[in-house]
């Protein structure tokens, strides 16, 4: 059953006559909740192509390939944050319950595979430092600022009043009103440190080692800040357990291109074995992270206590599960291609549809669970399909 005050603080006040009424609604809604799993099931394996013994996917780690799967993860994405949105509003979220605290699996892939293409082009194409930076920040800096506006009107078309001296650090996303773009924050200096390091250090095995180095002191630095509780968005810099929980997959991405061939021919070897032996390791780091979100977790902080211990005590069985969960999913793509149409569609729009979605999340006046998480989509996937029109012709003219 809902908290009254909970509801109410979540979705306005209501007379409590009408409360009975609209809490049966919920309860209707969740059970169709399934629907959005069977949806992105349909989206995954339409038209999906499986190896038989002794043959593989060659191009498993391909461009498009992967891009139609970071589609598949941005939708997740989604579906995590609404499924956040239900459970924090005090409501009960059926089966989307497991989507609460699944949603950073997906933001792994995001930057497995941003570390995967950063070293696998280091390694294939000779010149592909020179104008690294120009080809490389224009593509998140564009969609960042287009998706930062739409969120800022959004808030001020939703009744938002903005105080003194807090326009502009939004505006220019010093402080992120939406703190759904953190992670462009982070891939933006993630760029610039690949391209400092790989540039003044000539021997790549070197230069991983540093890198490597570099995001572990990120990672503990971010964790020793806590959480921002200082801005009304909580939208500062590296506050926060999504600003690194995650971070480590990008390096691990990186890894797995310098090493791609033995770890492949390894993999394909003992493919049952290794198999079997991620998902049993996925299983288990899975209950020890829910079971350490639980007891322990990122939030374990007050005054005078920064909770340090249960952070990394929480980071230490999260970041395996994350690793193998993302190891699972590579090792899939070896024998079964997920690559269709509407992954195509959602692996091109997949940024400004990680970026945009919150807006809808939070001003779309739809009441009805079920149907609120069908609007989202609706309107998000459409908003991140004309911001991605507009972000490719503005970075078309920024490169010429």
């Not at 997959?249 to 797995?256: C, E």
Request: hydrophobic share 50%; proline share 2%; charged share 15%.
């Amino acid at each position: 059953m809902l908290d009254i005050g909970k509801f109410e603080k979540a979705f306005g006040n209501f007379p409590e006559s009408l409360f009975a009424a609209r809490l049966e609604v919920m309860d209707m809604a969740k059970e169709y909740f399934f629907v959005f799993y069977s949806a992105l099931a349909v989206i995954l394996l339409l038209g999906v192509q499986m190896k038989g013994k002794g043959v593989w996917h060659e191009d498993a780690l391909s461009l498009p390939v992967s891009k139609g799967i970071l589609g598949f993860c941005a939708v997740g994405i989604m579906l995590h944050h609404m499924s956040q949105t239900i459970y924090f509003a005090g409501e009960d979220a059926g089966i989307l319950m497991f989507m609460v605290d699944i949603g950073v699996c997906f933001v792994g892939v995001f930057f497995f595979f941003s570390g995967y293409g950063l070293y696998s082009s280091l390694r294939d194409k000779p010149d592909y430092l020179h104008g690294f930076l120009l080809k490389r920040l224009p593509v998140i800096v564009i969609p960042f600022y287009m998706c930062n506006f739409v969120f800022i009107a959004g808030a001020a078309l939703g009744g938002y009043s903005f105080q003194k001296g807090e326009l502009l650090p939004y505006l220019t996303g010093y402080t992120l009103m939406n703190t759904q773009m953190w992670y462009i924050v982070e891939i933006f200096f993630l760029y610039l440190l690949f391209y400092l390091v790989f540039k003044l250090i000539k021997k790549k095995g070197a230069a991983c080692l540093v890198y490597g180095i570099a995001l572990c002191a990120l990672t503990v630095g971010s964790l020793l800040l806590g959480h921002d509780n200082k801005t009304v968005s909580g939208g500062a810099w590296f506050y926060g357990e999504w600003w690194y929980n995650a971070t480590m997959l990008l390096w691990i991405g990186m890894l797995f291109a310098r090493y791609e061939k033995p770890i492949l021919t390894f993999c394909r070897k003992y493919y049952g074995f290794v198999l079997t032996i991620d998902v049993l390791l996925t299983c288990f780091f899975y209950t020890r992270t829910m079971q350490a979100l639980q007891t322990k977790g990122y939030w374990r902080e007050w005054e005078g206590y920064p909770g340090y211990a249960e952070k990394f005590q929480t980071l230490a069985v999260q970041l395996p599960f994350i690793f193998f969960f993302v190891l699972f999913l590579i090792l899939l793509t070896q024998k079964i291609q997920f690559k269709n149409k509407i992954l195509s569609f959602l692996g091109e729009i997949s940024l400004e549809l990680y970026l945009v979605h919150n807006v809808f999340i939070m001003y779309l006046p739809v009441k009805n669970r079920f149907w609120f998480i069908l609007a989202v989509y609706a309107a998000g996937i459409a908003a991140a399909a004309l911001l991605h029109a507009v972000d490719k012709r503005l970075i078309g003219l920024l490169k010429r």
